[in-house]
């Protein structure tokens, strides 16, 4: 239960941080994708229901408030978050290596899927153009940004797991 609440304040706080915060401090006009290091952290390190649940509720949030298509992202999302949880048994403590790359993957295949259904359907057929000025320079950003953001979910997963484990709640849980 502790780790549900964490998971949506999680997925909370990091959509207000991504739509407000970073595009103000975008680089080259590209803005890191922080709402997929979350849905690629949860499902490496919790497993593919707890990334298909992140991604999907991440996902709905972006669709919510940015898309004209209900349902799209969180597809997007919750493909992405389950198919991470499946390298959960290769989990490893806090080595960042692994989720970089994961990372580096899972976003590349954003990309490209937002390339083919949102630009090639509709006869955009410049994936030279949009794959070097989008999707590289943000599945950069976004890589590098996964340095700082995985050791900070890391740690608060870890808290919320072992807390859950012992019977414990979280200290600002406390009646």
Same mark, same amino acid.
């Given at each position: 239960? !502790?780790?549900?609440?964490?998971?949506?304040?999680?997925?909370?706080?990091?959509?207000?941080?991504?739509?407000?915060?970073?595009?103000?401090?975008?680089?080259?006009? =590209?803005?890191?994708?922080?709402?997929?290091?979350?849905?690629?952290?949860?499902?490496?390190?919790?497993?593919?229901?707890?990334?298909?649940?992140?991604?999907?509720?991440?996902?709905?949030? !972006?669709?919510?408030? #940015?898309?004209?298509?209900?349902?799209?992202?969180?597809?997007?999302?919750?493909?992405?978050?389950?198919?991470?949880?499946?390298?959960?048994?290769?989990? #490893?403590?806090?080595?960042?290596? =692994?989720?970089?790359?994961?990372?580096?993957?899972?976003?590349?295949?954003?990309?490209? *899927? !937002?390339?083919?259904?949102?630009?090639?359907?509709?006869?955009?057929?410049?994936?030279?153009?949009?794959?070097?000025?989008?999707?590289?320079?943000?599945?950069?950003?976004?890589?590098?940004?996964?340095? !700082?953001? #995985?050791?900070? #979910?890391?740690?608060?997963?870890?808290? *919320?797991?072992?807390?859950?484990?012992?019977?414990?709640?979280?200290?600002?849980?406390?009646?």
């Amino acid at each position: 239960m !502790i780790q549900k609440v964490v998971t949506a304040l999680e997925i909370f706080i990091t959509f207000l941080l991504q739509t407000t915060l970073f595009p103000s401090i975008s680089v080259a006009s =590209v803005v890191p994708n922080l709402l997929l290091i979350l849905t690629v952290s949860n499902g490496f390190m919790r497993g593919k229901k707890a990334g298909l649940f992140t991604g999907f509720f991440s996902g709905l949030m !972006i669709d919510i408030f #940015y898309s004209d298509l209900l349902g799209f992202y969180a597809l997007v999302y919750m493909y992405i978050g389950f198919l991470n949880g499946m390298l959960f048994k290769v989990y #490893y403590d806090d080595d960042v290596k =692994v989720p970089m790359v994961l990372v580096a993957i899972s976003d590349l295949v954003y990309g490209l *899927a !937002i390339y083919g259904f949102q630009f090639l359907l509709r006869g955009r057929t410049q994936i030279f153009y949009y794959f070097w000025h989008i999707i590289i320079p943000e599945m950069v950003y976004t890589t590098l940004m996964t340095l !700082i953001l #995985y050791r900070i #979910y890391y740690r608060i997963n870890n808290l *919320a797991a072992g807390n859950e484990k012992e019977g414990q709640r979280l200290p600002w849980l406390k009646k």
